[in-house]
């Protein structure tokens, strides 16, 4: 029987080909993660730079899906979350400053993202220092546009799950018979698994 030789130690040049970046936040995000930590007075956990499709899931993904570019590898630079629950309270980007006519189209888009779902999204200017009493102005506006536009969810906004099987369905529409033309959803296991759901 031939003997088995251990492996041989791993060679410097065989390490993963990461490291650490310089700094997690710049030094305008330091000193507002300081001044949101020292505002919010632990009311709110601070979190910063997460990932937008860590807070947002796409409705009916299969419809969806170009949708799904606008998130991926993006993120929030701070997230305040109850302490208790971790439950999303307040989005909060740093802007660079622009004329008061002019918008971006990423700070509209992600507008757009927070007070849909009913989160409000404070826009404060990057600057070095920050002023609490400032800060909190801003929170209070992004409340009351965040209040001026109820959320509301849509009673279609999610995909049922197959009655038969339990996996997720797959909005499909009928090619020929009494229905033809018609949408409805079937099981993305279908043919193996025939679980319909109708569109009423």
């Known amino acids: 029987m031939t003997d088995i030789k251990p492996a041989p130690p791993p060679k410097s040049d065989d390490r993963l080909p990461y490291r650490l970046r310089g700094q997690l936040l710049s ?45 991926f590898r993006k993120h929030v630079d701070f997230l305040l979350c109850e302490p208790q629950t971790m439950k ?20 509209q888009f992600m507008q757009d993202l927070f007070l849909g779902a009913g989160i ?21 506006l992004a409340v009351t546009r965040s209040n001026a536009n109820p ?6 906004d999610s995909v049922p799950m197959c009655p038969i099987c339990g996996r997720m369905m797959v ?13 409805y959803y079937g099981c993305m296991d279908n043919p193996h698994c025939p679980g319909v759901v109708p569109l009423r």
């Open 120 to 140: 409000p999204l404070v826009h404060v200017p990057s600057t070095e220092k920050y002023v609490i009493s400032d800060l909190v102005n801003l929170f209070q």
């Open 27 to 71: 030094s305008n995000e330091i000193a507002l993660f300081r001044a949101l930590t020292k505002m919010s007075e632990g009311r709110y956990a601070v979190c910063p730079k997460v990932a937008l499709n860590d807070i947002f899931t796409i409705v009916r993904p299969n419809e969806n899906v170009h949708y799904f570019n606008k998130i």
């Open 151 to 156: 959320h509301t969810d849509a009673p279609s």
């Open 171 to 183: 909005l499909r529409v009928h090619r020929d018979g009494p229905q033809k033309g018609r949408e």
């Open 88 to 107: 999303p309270a307040f989005g909060v980007e740093l802007v660079k400053p622009i004329h008061k006519s002019e918008t971006r189209s990423t700070d």
